[in-house]
């Protein structure tokens, strides 16, 4: 039998409890084997016979860790990421990779000069909706796609006291850059950015609402995230030159592991709610079109396989970096008020 991989978690916030370590848990040939934590009742609360590690120099002290999972505060992701990686260590760092450019570049440099595996965690790859968008256009369902709509809308009008209400960039930091790897990933990398961020809730500590036009030669890909729409299913908008898919409902896996279901079963990331496709070739009324199973397990799975040496890395560093260009032109955008070139 193959050695188990030996994780560590640095954090044990909304994305220690709820996006890795039920998914860790939950991957043949991975054991969780310690969280860095300011809360050990937190964590023991939940997971009662995994360590609690009281900082990060302790986690990486211990000779049982082969990947280290990073799920701190954004601004730290760098720090920790080299850190571990210094330490001989795989990295997996939620998103954002870093804070800035630079930071990304010199931990994928790392990673590279060191041998270790660096991804990031861009799990929205595995929603169902995006699948079932990626089988579509792949097929030529849409045909040529000239427009996306591409959003993750909330309804919070109070902020929370919170450090991830505070962030710099708001949501353009935080869900900001799953929307820019999905059109990434669909599209490659667009010649212009033009952003709008805004602080539109009274009072408000940092940004709140993010709206972004990625320029391509032959489309146009809107994205938009805001803490303040209070009908806020719309997900998908999508024409292409054959017809047209709208989507509305978010993927059902966060919901799951943040009620405390484990990641199981073959119904696991099923979406109930299927989106809608108009082609004048197929009549006036639209199709309904049901959703491929979304599944982030397919991340952690790749991801083992890859640190033994059978596969590939599902979410390369290189990826991380062209997120972070998209990111800062936006940034530059809308300080500046003008259309960035990439």
Do not use: C
């Not at 660096?118 to 045909?143: C, K, S, Y």
């Amino acid at each position: 039998m193959q050695r188990q991989i030996g994780v560590g978690l640095i954090g044990y916030g909304l994305a220690g409890r709820a996006f890795h370590a039920p998914y860790v848990a939950a991957t043949p040939g991975m054991a969780l084997r310690a969280i860095v934590s300011r809360d050990a009742a937190k964590v023991r609360a939940d997971l009662p016979d995994i360590a609690v590690a009281p900082d990060v120099a302790a986690l990486l002290d211990r000779d049982d860790i082969d990947l280290v999972i990073v799920a701190s505060p954004d601004e730290l992701h760098a720090e920790h990421a080299l850190a571990a990686l210094a330490s001989g260590r795989h990295v997996l760092i939620d998103k954002p990779f870093a804070t800035t450019l630079a930071d990304a570049r010199r931990i994928a440099a790392e990673g590279e000069a060191r041998g270790r595996i660096v991804t990031v965690f861009h799990n929205r790859r595995w929603d169902a909706d995006f699948r079932t968008l990626r089988r579509l256009i792949a097929e030529g369902e849409l045909g040529e796609i000239v427009e996306m709509e591409s959003r993750f809308d909330r309804f919070r009008p109070r902020p929370a006291d919170s450090w991830k209400e505070a962030r710099a960039a708001g949501p353009w930091q935080d869900l900001g850059p799953h929307l820019i790897d999905q059109a990434i990933l669909l599209f490659g990398r667009p010649l212009a950015v033009t952003a709008d961020l805004a602080t539109l809730r009274a009072g408000g500590p940092g940004v709140d609402y993010a709206q972004a036009v990625l320029r391509y030669a032959d489309r146009r890909v809107h994205l938009h995230a805001s803490k303040l729409v209070a009908s806020h299913g719309l997900r998908f908008v999508v024409h292409g030159t054959r017809g047209s898919w709208i989507k509305y409902g978010t993927d059902v896996q966060e919901a799951k592991t943040v009620a405390g279901q484990a990641p199981a079963g073959e119904d696991w990331g099923i979406d109930p709610g299927p989106g809608l496709m108009t082609r004048p070739e197929d009549g006036p009324d639209p199709t309904i079109i049901a959703n491929e199973p979304g599944d982030y397990r397919l991340f952690w799975r790749a991801l083992a396989a890859a640190i033994r040496g059978e596969g590939d890395n599902p979410v390369p560093a290189s990826a991380g970096i062209a997120v972070l260009e998209v990111m800062e032109a936006g940034l530059r955008s809308a300080a500046e008020r003008r259309e960035i070139l990439l």
